[in-house]
């Protein structure tokens, strides 16, 4: 087995490095005192990469800006440029950044013309030393994949076989790949096959995990850590990201435990034993958020592979026990997240970044307060036109920024509203579920 190691500044990926966490800024790329402030607080915080959108020749060029206040503060976290679809801003970026992160597929709609072009790139980052990491997300497959092989986790594999092969071709050997997806089913599926696929192959690139659009609180990191743990526990995985719709900050400690439970066993509390033929599990934790990680480290994986389908809970927090409640709902969060049993309305938020003109934190979390009743339906709230739409496609319906203050309207993949004002907009998004609904 060739083990492929990775170099990212001072952090290496692969070859049995430990699990890497990393965070993306949601902060303008061009507001450099806001973007350096962000980064302060996430190395503080234990980011070992952070990663900032990168949409233009001007968000390069203030990359370029940060790294040098970072790195003359003292800051050396490694920056991740996330390019889409402009290969120019690629190129530029991976003579700036210490990694580039993009979907080979989407810089052209000719697949000939999208080869070429990562052939390009690659030539840059061999004479750079950047690091690549091939996202294809399974919101972002292109119509030639989809075509072939159907929006599934299996078209997401042989989309990166596709890019696999030409870093081959070109000896290019410093890439990170990812195939994320909101859906942990999709997610686990498409890394699992990607790796059986390169076991055979008797090669091992490293690998970024991470469950898009998770939403927040703690749904978003149950969900995260169900889709995770099924990964991390068979050794799948060299860096992982926690994506929450909340200050980017929090995710940290989220993957921090995550990683940590699987590299550690002392970490563990959990006792499992049968009662009245269903297995019981009883955690001891500190707090309940780090309970419910550690549930979901542990149940999801049983539940997702279906080992395990009825089960009861019981848990104490600092010798406090916890009440039937909460753990009710951590019960049905933990089978929703594994998408075994659906009791609350589903929703796919992206975290934001600096795409987002609005403040998506207040405006999901007012979506929530005013959907949870909805039962079975499935509610993206997305930052972006660019990314937006094709990121939720799982969602029932969408309500996607478009700029400053508008916002766009969706049902499934069609769009029903465009240019409706952000304070109209979730009155209009219930409006349209209702009239469906009737
Ligand atoms: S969908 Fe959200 S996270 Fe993705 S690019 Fe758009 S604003 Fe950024």
């Not at 052209?108 to 072009?117: L, P, V």
């Not at 980052?125 to 030639?144: A, D, F, M, P, W």
């Not at 469950?211 to 990964?231: F, M, P, Y």
Request: with cysteine.
């Amino acid at each position: 087995m060739k083990h492929i190691t990775v170099r990212i500044g001072d952090v290496v990926l692969g070859a049995g490095h430990p699990v890497a966490i990393q965070t993306m800024c949601n902060c303008n790329t061009n507001d450099l005192d806001a973007a350096f402030a962000q980064c302060e607080a996430m190395t503080q915080a234990g980011a070992q990469l952070i990663r900032l959108t990168t949409q233009g020749i001007r968000e390069v060029e203030s990359l370029q800006q940060l790294k040098s206040r970072l790195r003359q503060a003292g800051i050396l976290t490694p920056l991740v440029a996330d390019v889409h679809f402009r290969s120019d801003v690629a190129l530029a970026a991976a003579r700036v950044a210490d990694k580039v992160r993009i979907n080979p597929g989407n810089f052209h709609k000719d697949h000939q013309e999208a080869m070429r072009i990562f052939r390009e790139l690659i030539a840059v980052c061999k004479e750079t030393g950047c690091v690549l990491r091939i996202g294809i997300n399974h919101g972002s497959l292109g119509e030639r994949i989809t075509g072939l092989y159907g929006d599934t986790a299996h078209g997401m594999v042989e989309a990166m076989k596709e890019w696999i092969a030409v870093c081959q071709e070109t000896g290019f050997e410093q890439v990170v790949l990812s195939l994320k997806a909101s859906n942990t089913v999709v997610m686990v599926a498409a890394y699992r096959e990607l790796f059986q696929w390169m076991e055979e192959q008797g090669i091992r690139y490293p690998l970024h995990l991470g469950v898009t659009e998770a939403g927040n609180g703690r749904s978003g990191r149950i969900k995260s850590a169900v889709g995770l743990a099924c990964l991390l526990q068979a050794g799948i995985g060299e860096t992982i990201r926690v994506s929450l719709t909340e200050n980017p900050v929090n995710e940290l400690p989220v993957a921090a435990f995550i990683a940590r439970y699987f590299a550690d066993p002392t970490t563990h509390s959990v006792v499992r034993e049968e009662r009245e033929g269903l297995p019981h599990f009883r955690f001891e934790a500190p707090d309940f958020d780090t309970l419910l990680l550690e549930a979901a480290c542990v149940i999801g994986p049983q539940l997702m592979d279906h080992q395990l389908n009825e089960f009861t809970l019981e848990g104490s927090c600092n010798g406090i026990p916890v009440s039937a409640d909460e753990l009710q709902d951590l019960h049905d969060e933990l089978l929703q997240a594994a998408r075994r049993r659906f009791t609350k309305c589903e929703y796919i938020a992206c975290p934001s970044c600096g795409r987002t003109l609005f403040d998506i934190e207040t405006t999901f979390a007012e979506v929530k307060r005013r959907t949870s009743h909805l039962q079975g339906l499935v509610i993206g709230v997305m930052g972006c036109i660019v990314n937006g739409p094709g990121e939720m496609a799982d969602a029932d319906y969408g309500y996607v920024g478009e700029g400053a203050g508008k916002v766009s309207i969706y049902r499934k993949k069609e769009r029903i509203h465009q240019g409706v004002p952000q304070e109209e907009a979730i009155d209009l998004l219930l409006q349209l579920i209702e009239q469906d609904r009737q």
